[in-house]
T-cell receptor
Framework: NAGVTQTPKFRVLKTGQSMTLLCAQDMNHEYMYWYRQDPGMGLRLIHYSVGEGTTAKGEVPDGYNVSRLKKQNFLLGLESAAPSQTSVYFCASSGDRGLGANVLTFGAGSRLTVL | GQSLEQPSEVTAVEGAIVQINCTYQ??????LSWYQQHDGGAPTFLSY????GLEETGRFSSFLSRSDSYGYLLLQELQMKDSASYFCAVRDHRASDYKLSFGAGTTVTVRA
């Protein structure tokens, strides 16, 4: 009963490097989200997906790309990392209607440092 | 877009009652929810209000007034383990836009 699993948990990058964060959920949820959390700024939505093969921009999408090729996986990519992308990244998933759409299950987070 | 405001910090003693207010602005309101986060760990769902009124879940209650664009989370009989950050969140239901946006969070510190 894993819920939402994020890999890796920690990563240090140099400016300009690229990387991909993987999110996997086993609850058959339609919706998946990527948030970043910085001190004093709460959770800010980067990108989200309302179903397999679909993605949409959130509040802070610049510098990130996503893909949802399979329903259970949601990938977040950084093509050319910048120090401003140092943050904790949370993936979440939810159902697609009623209360289920408002109950997000979060992963444990991925802590990324860009030097 | 959406914006949410909540206090940044609240401190209280064990056994006390704390109320965390949340005011929001959104063009297509579809419910107010609350999440708890301990020490930077995974946020966890606490409660959800789609209609006006009070929802009670054990020591925690959540209230919503849609006409005032306002809600609150009430923590009763505070315990040390309630020290955490609490976030309100709103979903904007416009066409196919199902984004869930969060407030900046309220850090609750419970003192002995």
């Amino acid at each position: 009963n894993a819920g939402v699993t994020q890999t890796p948990k920690f990563r240090v990058l140099k400016t300009g490097q690229s990387m991909t964060l993987l999110c996997a959920q086993d609850m058959n949820h339609e919706y998946m989200y990527w948030y970043r959390q910085d001190p004093g700024m709460g959770l800010r939505l980067i990108h989200y997906s309302v179903g397999e093969g679909t993605t949409a921009k959130g509040e802070v999408p610049d510098g990130y790309n996503v893909s949802r090729l399979k329903k259970q996986n949601f990938l977040l990519g950084l093509e050319s990392a910048a120090p401003s992308q140092t943050s904790v990244y949370f993936c979440a998933s939810s159902g697609d209607r009623g209360l289920g759409a408002n109950v997000l299950t979060f992963g444990a987070g991925s802590r990324l440092t860009v030097l | 877009g959406q914006s949410l405001e909540q206090p940044s910090e609240v401190t209280a003693v064990e056994g006390a009652i704390v109320q965390i207010n949340c005011t929001y602005q959104t063009s297509g309101f579809y419910g107010l929810s609350w999440y708890q986060q301990h020490d930077g760990g995974a946020p966890t769902f606490l409660s959800y209000n789609a209609l006006d009124g009070l929802e009670e879940t054990g020591r925690f209650s959540s209230f919503l007034s849609r006409s005032d664009s306002y809600g609150y989370l009430l923590l009763q009989e505070l315990q040390m383990k309630d020290s955490a950050s609490y976030f309100c969140a709103v979903r904007d239901h416009r066409a196919s836009d199902y984004k869930l946006s969060f407030g900046a969070g309220t850090t609750v510190t419970v003192r002995a």
